[in-house]
């Protein structure tokens, strides 16, 4: 089994910022991608960014210049740096790590961005 434990959401003032991380356990031979995804309230759950194990990254259009994905040493951890946070980035956001034909999830943190 692999586990994925996310940390580092809550609320934040418009043009705040806010640091995701999130740590990866278990039979996690061959990870390679990991990435973050959000789910808004009434919303489809969306891509926000994926770090290969080369430091291969990918953005949503919406955050391209305001967050940054990295994962030292290509380990298994995982950060997200979100920066200039809009009140539309208010979601619950989820690490995410494909092994193996299988997608493992963490359990989501809250990300508040409001006045």
């Known amino acids: 089994q692999v586990q994925l434990v996310e940390s580092g959401g809550g609320l934040v003032q ?11 356990s278990g039979r996690i031979f061959g990870l390679n991608v990991m990435g973050w995804y959000r789910q808004a309230p009434g919303k489809q759950r969306e891509l926000v960014a994926t770090i290969t194990v080369g430091g291969i990254t990918r953005y949503v259009d919406s955050v391209k210049g305001r967050f940054t994905i990295f994962r030292p ?12 946070l809009k009140p539309e980035d208010t979601a619950v956001y989820y690490c995410n790590a494909p092994i193996d034909g299988s997608d493992y999830w963490g359990q989501g943190t809250q990300v508040t961005v409001s006045s």
């Open 14 to 24: 418009p043009g705040g910022s806010l640091r995701l991380s999130c740590a990866a």
């Open 73 to 84: 040493n290509a380990g298994n951890r995982v950060y997200l740096q979100m920066s200039s």
